[in-house]
């Protein structure tokens, strides 16, 4: 079974940034498209950005222009640099496969006040 490992979350404020990481166990990183995702509280999991295996990048429009994803296959992780962070980026932030395995890791909280 892969584990997901997300880190870097924390507390910013109204236009801050962060760079939160995804550690992923297992030799087939490489092979897996990957996102990441975020939960608001009351609120469904949804998707933000999503990197494939040819690095092809597809993002939320509510992130568009404001988040970057990335992989470093080497280190079987995946990056989320978050720029101009504002409330409602507030969320568990977590990354996962695309499709998603059967589990999910414990996520990383992302704060943002105004």
């Known amino acids: 079974q892969v584990q997901l490992v997300e880190s870097g979350g924390g507390s910013v404020q109204t236009g801050g940034s962060l760079r939160l990481s995804c550690a992923a166990s297992?030799?087939?990183?490489?092979?897996?498209?990957m996102a990441w995702f975020r939960q608001a509280p009351g609120k469904e999991r949804e998707m933000v950005a999503r990197i494939s295996t040819d690095g092809t990048l597809n993002y939320a429009d509510s992130v568009k222009g404001r988040f970057t994803i990335s992989r470093d296959n080497a280190k079987n992780t995946v990056y989320l640099q978050m720029n101009s962070l504002n409330p409602e980026d507030t969320a568990v932030y977590y990354c996962?496969?695309?499709?998603?395995?059967?589990?999910w890791g414990q996520g990383t909280q992302v704060t943002v006040s105004s």
């Open positions: 297992g030799r087939t990183f490489s092979s897996y498209t």
């Open positions: 996962n496969r695309v499709p998603p395995f059967g589990y």
